[in-house]
């Protein structure tokens, strides 16, 4: 275990993964988690955090407030999953990584308790992150729920604020196949006492976040009952622009987001507000703290994959979006955004319902079925088959890049390529 190769290797082979495995490696209790956390001295007591759950946007929230915090000079942790090309990018302090010589060390060194407790990769992951935070001193960590929030191994923090950004069907295996049933989970995050806030209200559930807070005796907000978007427009340095109003009044004006996803907009709202309750527990974040944090999210994090412009002429876009809402918002943004020929590499995941992911997918569109090289990824021929019930036609590939490649010299310069379906088959690619 003395090479950050093998310690990877002990890492995704050796312990039960989800993002590879499925449903395997889902464990239904904090048993494990609570035994590592008192093992290492309750690493996560030491530090003020925000935790974050949610079907979509959930990371992109805990990046967006990353950023602020950052800019507003706080020293911040950053926990988030999965990672895209390196294993390092889950655990992040100001935007970067975790040193290789750190995940050798903490496997290597406690390498006999993960043997007693068998802990699957999440479990391993996230105590490790609580761990090399505490050692570094954060003053803030931004923690994204893996999956779900009750069971999650992330929910045996205290925070200061709990965010739960929008519910929408996804993993049902594994947390319900209701938007009720996976509120209820997702609604595990909220604490006694501890404010929360809801990004998205939806009528069809919110009695299950209303209840689960008078419960915990504690507040709950409604981001877009607070905040509004007045207009969103894309500047010219390919920032989105929003001018919002809070409680109907003038708020922020010429509010520059770097992330480029026109969904974005929906995530910015819980943003503010939390921004707002922490400076309401004392805190000092001013306006400007958050003009330059949003405006500079990438830069200051490393937060990719979505709606990420990786090429021009032709242009080139990939975003990690892969279930029925999030590929809507995609979809609406490939609506609005002029080609004259649209190319779509595409794979998924073994696990998810495809009939309706497929049926919002443009049919005017060249279509490159392909698979990561996971063992959840979907048969390629698979998709390829189905898809065409829906009259989406194009070839296979069992290669992700073959796809690519192929797609870009097929291209014209004024077409559109674009890369989604699964994170994995994003993370080939970039």
């Known amino acids: 275990m003395n090479t950050y190769k093998k310690t990877l290797d002990y890492l995704y082979n050796k312990l039960p993964y ?4 499925g449903k395997v490696a889902y464990k239904a209790n904090l048993n494990n988690s609570i035994n590592l956390d008192n093992y290492f001295g309750n690493p996560h007591k030491r530090f003020k955090c925000i935790h974050i759950a949610g079907t979509n946007g959930k990371g992109s929230v805990s990046h967006m407030i990353a950023s602020i915090l950052q800019t507003a000079g706080y020293k911040v942790g950053l926990y988030t999953s999965p990672h895209l090309k390196d294993f390092r990018e889950r655990i992040k302090i100001n935007g970067k990584e975790i040193p290789k010589e750190e995940v050798i060390c903490f496997v290597k060194d406690n390498i006999n308790i993960f043997n007693k407790i068998k802990p699957s990769f999440f479990e391993i992951t996230v105590i490790m992150a609580f761990y090399y935070f505490a050692k570094e001193r954060v003053d803030f960590a931004v923690i994204e729920v893996g999956l779900g929030g009750r069971l999650d191994s992330t929910n045996i923090i205290t925070p200061e604020i709990s965010i739960i950004t929008n519910i929408s069907l996804d993993h049902t295996d594994l947390l319900g196949n209701s938007k009720e049933l996976i509120a209820k989970e997702k609604a595990g995050i ?41 207009y969103s427009m894309l500047s010219t340095d390919n920032k989105q622009i929003l001018n919002l109003k809070k409680n109907n009044k003038k708020a922020y004006s010429v509010l520059k987001l770097d992330l480029q996803g026109y969904y974005q907009k929906f ?24 003009y330059k944090g949003l405006e500079n999210t990438i830069k200051n994090t490393g937060i990719r994959g979505r709606w990420e412009v990786i090429g021009s002429n032709p242009l080139i876009v990939c975003d990690t979006a892969h279930n029925e809402e999030g590929i809507k918002q995609v979809v609406n943004q490939l609506n609005n955004t002029p080609y004259k020929k649209l190319h779509m590499v595409i794979g998924f995941v073994n696990d998810k319902k495809l009939n309706k992911i497929l049926k919002l997918l443009p049919e005017d569109a060249i279509y490159y079925f392909t698979r990561a090289h996971i063992p959840r990824a979907m048969n390629e021929i698979k998709l390829q088959d189905l898809a065409a ?37 994003v993370a080939e690619v970039i």
């Open 18 to 21: 989800y993002q590879r495995a």
């Open 190 to 230: 909220i604490k006694e006492n501890i404010p929360v806030i809801k990004g998205q209200s939806d009528t069809e559930i919110d009695y299950v976040f209303k209840e689960m807070a008078y419960l915990k005796n504690t507040k709950l907000y409604f981001a877009d009952k607070i905040y509004s978007i007045n």
């Open 389 to 425: 019930k829906y009259s989406l036609f194009g070839e296979s590939f069992t290669d992700v890049k073959k796809a690519y490649t192929l797609a870009k010299s097929n291209a014209n310069t004024n077409d559109l390529i674009f890369i989604g379906g699964s994170t994995f088959v």
């Open 267 to 290: 995530n910015v709202l819980p943003v503010l507000l939390a921004i707002d309750i922490l400076n309401e527990k004392g805190l000092k974040i001013n306006d400007s703290f958050v």
